[in-house]
């Protein structure tokens, strides 16, 4: 191996804009998108897959991002955390979740809850219930040192809840003219 | 906790990719979905020289049922895709069972059923059910080279797996159950969807009379390789009912070697095979019962 790495240009879809990044091949693409793109809001923990911390949506779905490469995403588009909440920052509702119910402390390991409990919201339509057991096992691959889980359990349950309310709000405005 | 420089190879066909493999032997390793190999390169357990990266090679990602009820996975399918598979849930509960208790969702999203064969770690539960099974790896070399390897041939070890340097796993055949055979998996870890201290796949087959005539199992995490043990002396020809589980467990921890780690005793583990057995054996014997009557209900 010499002592130059070769690099590779990559195009990151991140949060809906594209940018290029050029990295060698062994740059995680949670580092690429800290130190590369600068967005910071995707925290590093274990670095080995199993503290969840680092969880991005990879075309909706969650991953670790520190278990692949910025090379392997080229195609893929990424969502982190600072892409969650609305162009007009009205919070996505597991963050206003998070706010009501007190599911985080220190904040590190927020990020990759955040994205892990947005993308299984999206398995449930607005009104349907989400059990305990179901958000114990929604977060189940994530770590948190501080909460004790508690309340991050809650907020699965009250994000959902928003979710719902914010559904029939929509409904609401769609008919208000129709009404007239 | 980065990963050691290494060349990146990102073939868009077989054919190439089989090339690259057969240049570089044994400095090439294998990138699939990554979940085990990127801890391996990030804790510095492995530096290959390459990483084949497959993930652009079209054609490795498809699902079938073969026409005696065996589940095919290509190499680029990833766990929650094969859960998500209508006719491979329908096919093999075993197998459905078991991919569900693979890690975490995250990692499920992004890991492969035939990645985690590949593998070959004992702890997995894809190389347990591969084991029970019968099934098979379908490996692919450069210049048409094919070769089917048995489940019971291709564990050689913790992590070493009877694939050569040049060679790919195309795709993993699960075997079928068979008739009048009923399944379950249990695991125990101490977080759920951490690598388990100790798990159970049992597949129970009754005869005609509703007694037990059949009962195999695999263990993952008590030995080098997936262990399958014929538990049938201990139960045979007893009714389903009343089969004396306990006394499979207790043959089965006669049966098995495990070793101690920081996370459980040998002793522990001997005895979680004993209670995993007989807790799953009735499940499976009374699957097997449900198998057959729905299986007479369609006919």
């Known amino acids: 191996m010499s002592l130059t790495e070769e690099q590779f240009t990559v195009s990151l879809s991140v949060n809906g804009t594209t940018r290029p990044v050029t990295v060698p091949a062994r740059r995680l693409l949670s580092d690429a998108i800290r130190h590369d793109l600068e967005l910071t809001g995707t925290h590093v923990g274990c670095e080995h897959g199993v503290c969840g911390a680092c969880t991005v949506l990879l075309d909706g779905a969650p991953v670790r991002s520190c278990l692949m490469f910025a090379v392997q995403a080229e195609g893929h588009e990424i969502t982190t955390v600072e892409g969650l909440a609305d162009a007009d920052g009205r919070l996505h509702p597991v963050q206003e979740a998070f706010r009501d119910c007190h599911g985080l402390q220190c904040g590190f390991c927020t990020p990759g809850f955040l994205t892990t409990i947005a993308a299984a919201l999206e398995e449930y339509e607005p009104g349907a219930r989400i059990s305990e057991e179901e958000a114990r096992e929604i977060v189940g691959g994530n770590l948190c040192r501080c909460t004790g889980y508690q309340n991050i359990v809650k907020a699965v349950g009250r994000a959902q809840e928003i979710r719902t309310e914010r559904a029939a709000h929509t409904t609401d405005d769609a008919a208000t003219p129709a009404d007239r | ?299």
């Open chain 2, 1 to 299: 906790m980065k990963p050691p420089p290494f060349g990146y190879a990102a073939p868009s066909s077989l054919e190439e990719a089989l090339a690259v493999l057969a240049e570089l032997g044994h400095d090439a390793k294998v990138l699939a979905g990554g979940q085990s190999l990127i801890p391996l390169l990030s804790m510095r357990l492995t530096a290959p020289h390459t990483l084949v990266d497959i993930n652009r090679i079209p054609g490795l990602a498809d699902i079938s049922v073969t026409a005696d009820g065996s589940v095919v996975v290509g190499a680029l399918v990833r766990h929650a895709e094969l859960l998500a598979d209508e006719s491979a849930r329908s096919a093999h509960p075993l197998l459905r069972r078991a991919t569900g208790q693979v890690a975490h969702p995250a990692i499920r999203n992004r890991g492969t059923t035939c990645g985690s064969v590949a593998h070959a770690d004992p702890s997995g539960e894809m190389t347990a059910i591969l084991a029970i099974t019968g099934g098979s790896v379908q490996v692919a070399s450069a210049g048409g080279g094919h070769r089917d390897v048995s489940a019971a041939d291709f564990f050689l070890g913790p992590l070493e797996s009877s694939l050569r340097p040049d060679e790919l796993a195309l795709s993993v055949r699960f075997g079928a159950p068979g008739e009048r055979t009923g399944s379950a998996f249990l695991e125990l870890s101490r977080r759920r969807g951490d690598y388990a201290m100790c798990g159970a796949a049992v597949l129970v087959t009754l005869d005609e009379d509703a007694a037990v005539s059949d009962v195999r199992a695999a263990y993952l995490s008590v030995g080098p390789v997936p262990e399958v043990h014929d538990l049938s002396a201990a139960v045979a020809g007893q009714p389903y009912a009343s089969a004396d589980w306990v006394a499979a467990g207790a043959l089965a921890a006669s049966l098995v070697e495990p070793e101690g780690d920081l996370h459980a005793s040998a002793d522990y583990r001997r005895r979680l095979v004993a209670v995993l057995t007989e807790r799953a054996l009735p499940r499976a014997a009374a699957d097997a019962v449900a198998r057959t009557q729905r299986a007479a209900s369609c006919h």
